[in-house]
């Protein structure tokens, strides 16, 4: 490619654009904070599930909520499991059992009423995550999904569907990066007002 400051410029527009187009995500978004909210104000935690850079989402996430967001905004700890750190559970199960099940199988031992399910799926369909999320929801956990295209077949199983309207799997993800970090910011607020 002779012109790659065209390709940068182009790939950071189309950013912007999903960005800004997925702004009719926020009243999901503020929906799916309230939600996690009350669950940690009643003891309960979050459980995150995904695939390949969805799976670095579920760790990242949770790192945000377990250690901090910001230095700027100290708090204490909120719970949260990324289920895709596992590497001794995930591969004994998708090895005994299949990769469909890595994820369903950890929603049924730690998963309790209450809890919230964090489903990521860029294309609404991973069969691995619609699984975990059937899970959840026989066991009584409420689901977010960061999705994105028209949500998929998962979708319609969440409590909350966040579902960013693009085609793009690396515009999705970038969105969803920009997403967690105002869901997490707004929890610790509505949980630590005064922190």
Known sequence: MSDWNQYCSTHMDESARVKLAAKVCIPALIQAAELTTHAFINGKKLLLCGNGG?????????????????????RPGMPAIALTTDSSMITSRGNDYGFDSIFSRQVEALGQKGDILIAFSTSG?????QLAVEEAKSLGLLVIGFLGGTGGSIAPLCDVPIVVPSPSTQHIQETHIAFY???????????????
């Open 54 to 74: 969805s799976a670095a989402d579920c760790q990242h996430l949770a790192a945000e909520f377990v250690s901090s967001l910001s230095t700027s905004y100290p």
């Open 125 to 129: 369909n991973s069969k691995n995550i």
């Open 181 to 195: 970090h105002l869901y997490c910011g707004m929890i610790e607020r509505m949980v630590y007002p005064q922190a």
